[in-house]
T-cell receptor
């Protein structure tokens, strides 16, 4: 399937600091979905991006899809302890999702 | 009001003893998926059903099979579990193949 590379693998931030995770592909992506998985939980859908250059916001979360549709990012402003978990990007390839490796976010209070 | 329900939450089986995991949904979604997720890894798709059409991933071991007797239920059968099959098994559904997926809480499988 179409591989998506996700960085960083792990990030530990102080509460109130910002956080960003990046998803990159060598080929053009049809779309990107983002999921959050809390420790011990299951993936929960956050957003889907389809259009080139698209930017969507959900409260403190900002999602971007690159102009070339080869990269995407998720930015969290002023992290809170409730933001902890693993954030996955996923590419819809054909009729299935191919997940990135995920970025584990830990927040120190 | 859980919409994708997996039973049991925890399953322990013996090496080589067949085990079945179940998933049900109240969303009336067309597509149901089974994923395997090992510790600190991303979910890995095993197979999915679009309605009754079964789609197996090329690298899914033959040891893993699935059944979808109706829209609401889907089962994962592991014929002869090995130690390497210990993992979290996640069921998910979506309205269509390009729609967001809704995951169940998963079944954590342990092999003795």
């Amino acid at each position: 399937g179409q591989q998506v590379m996700q960085i960083p693998q792990y990030q530990h931030v102080q509460e109130g600091e910002d956080f960003t995770t990046y998803c990159n592909s060598s080929t053009t992506l049809s779309n990107i979905q983002w999921y959050k998985q809390r420790p011990g939980g299951h993936p929960v859908f956050l957003i889907q991006l389809v259009k080139s250059g698209e930017v969507k916001k959900q409260k403190r979360l900002t999602f971007q899809f690159g102009e070339a549709k080869k990269n995407s990012s998720l930015h969290i402003t002023a992290t809170q302890t409730t933001d902890v978990g693993t954030y996955f990007c996923a590419n819809l390839y054909g009729n299935k999702l191919v997940f990135g490796a995920g970025t584990i976010l830990r927040v120190k209070s | 009001d859980a919409m994708v329900i997996q039973n049991p939450r925890y399953q322990v089986t013996q090496f080589g003893k067949p085990v079945t995991l179940s998933c049900s949904q109240t969303l009336n979604h067309n597509v149901m998926y089974w994923y395997q997720q090992k510790s600190s890894q991303a979910p890995k798709l095993l197979f999915h059903y679009y309605d009754k059409d079964f789609n197996n991933e090329a690298d899914t071991p033959d040891n893993f099979q699935s059944r979808r007797p109706n829209t609401s239920f889907c089962f994962l059968d592991i014929r002869s579990p090995g130690l390497g099959d210990a993992a979290m098994y996640l069921c998910a559904t979506s309205r269509g193949s390009n729609q967001p997926q809704h995951f169940g809480d998963g079944t954590r499988l342990s092999i003795l």
